[in-house]
T-cell receptor
């Protein structure tokens, strides 16, 4: 079974600074995808960034980038130039691409989440 | 706005009752997923439907059932409700599954269920 671990329950950062959220996962699969979702106080789940395991290049979306270390099974999220609107719970999620068996379908397995607060 | 709609937004009911949560996926998406977010168990996958057929099952209780209709909307039925079923229930949808292309899931706003 796949597991996702976020070891930082809470983090805080000053506006305009950079912060890194950690995530590790465990899987025996070779093909999979990793995601970061944010959940602001509105409770909406919003996709932040995604990474394909077969790609060596780290994904980047504007101020958000990841550090994907496949051998170490690590997938951290870096937020640059933090903004007040980045305050949210951030979830790391894992998805396999297979059909059938325990990994059938495209289910997301989530970590416990990291509550990020951006202070003015 | 993700394009995924869920109704109702809030639902308050009593133990032992039955409720139905409804989800309309993004236009063109064939897959629908249901997730439960509770304080003690976090975000958990319940079930996936793909073009009307059940595709994968997660930690879904026998008291819960779901289906996807020909117009691709989905309903999650929760029966014999218990206090512990109080949670935020999310529906997500994704496009046609294609090998090696990320099947990104887009989430609806959720239905908050309170069982008293």
């Amino acid at each position: 079974a796949q597991t996702v671990t976020q070891s930082q329950p809470e983090m805080s950062v000053q506006e305009a600074e950079t912060v890194t959220l950690s995530c590790t996962y465990d899987t025996s699969e070779n093909n999979y995808y990793l995601f970061w979702y944010k959940q602001p106080p509105s409770r909406q789940m919003i996709l932040v960034i995604r990474q394909e395991a077969y790609k060596q290049q780290n994904a980047t979306e504007n101020r958000f980038s990841v550090n994907f270390q496949k051998a170490a099974k690590s997938f951290s999220l870096k937020i640059s130039d933090s903004q007040l609107g980045d305050t949210a719970m951030y979830f790391c999620a894992f998805m396999t691409t297979g059909w059938g068996g325990e990994t059938s379908g495209s289910r997301l397995t989530f970590g416990e989440g990291t509550q990020l607060t951006v202070n003015p | 706005d993700s394009g995924v709609t869920q109704t109702p937004k809030h639902l308050i009911t009593a133990t032992g009752q039955r409720v139905t949560l409804r989800c309309s996926p993004r236009s063109g998406d064939l897959s629908v997923y249901w997730y439960q977010q509770s304080l003690d168990q976090g975000l958990q996958f319940l079930i996936q439907y793909y073009n009307g057929e059940e595709r994968a099952k997660g930690n879904i209780l026998e008291r819960f059932s779901a289906q996807q209709f020909p117009d691709l909307h989905s309903e999650l039925n929760l029966s014999s409700l218990e206090l512990g079923d109080s949670a935020l229930y999310f529906c997500a949808s994704s496009a046609l599954y294609v090998v090696d292309i990320p099947d990104t899931q887009y989430f609806g706003p959720g239905t908050r269920l309170t069982v008293l």
